[in-house]
């Protein structure tokens, strides 16, 4: 389970840096239409939301008595809902700054290596109590990297979207 999850971590992640270089730098932080992020602000808020991955991994885990992957499908069904409007934390909202695409791509490419790295040589089945989801609650290593395959999943469609707006 643990190597077809983490095929698919790396091939919706895949799909998100292909969005991310059919930009131009300038459309990269344009403004697609009122009220929408720029393709840059939606790179940047998975970026801020997975920078801490790999720290998180690393952290000291507990054996949990459930399956590992009890919360993936409600992850998966609030996630891919894309009718519904979501709200983020303060801590992966996006700055108002002028992004380079390149370097933003960079930093993502990284991050995702070293989050795959860790993953594969850490026993996901159990669960991080120091940084609980909010309204989710502990999740297992399963769990998180679920986490970030849907919510990736989520902003490649509304990269796409912010694309065809744009072209």
């Known amino acids: 389970m643990q190597k077809e999850i983490l095929n698919c971590f790396e091939s919706t992640i895949n799909e998100f840096l292909h969005t991310i ?16 992020w720029t393709a840059a602000e939606v790179s940047e808020h998975i970026l801020k939301s ?18 590992p992957d009890e ?19 303060d801590f992966i ?22 989050i795959k790295n860790v993953a594969e040589s850490t026993e996901l089945t159990k669960a991080y109590p120091d940084f609980p989801l909010p309204g989710m609650g502990e999740l297992t290593g399963l769990e998180w990297i679920n986490f970030v395959i849907y919510h990736v999943q989520r902003h490649n469609h509304q990269l796409s979207n912010i694309y065809e707006k744009l072209t």
């Open 71 to 89: 919360k993936v499908q409600t992850m998966r069904s609030i996630f891919l809902n894309f009718d519904t409007k979501m709200k983020s934390p």
């Open 50 to 67: 997975i920078t801490g991955m790999p720290k998180l991994l690393k952290s000291d885990a507990i054996t949990v008595q459930r399956p």
């Open 21 to 36: 270089s059919m930009f131009t730098q300038d459309q990269f932080n344009k403004v697609p239409f009122e009220g929408s």
């Open 93 to 114: 909202i996006p700055s108002d700054d002028i992004q380079q695409k390149e370097e933003l791509f960079n930093e993502l490419k990284t991050t995702v290596l070293e």
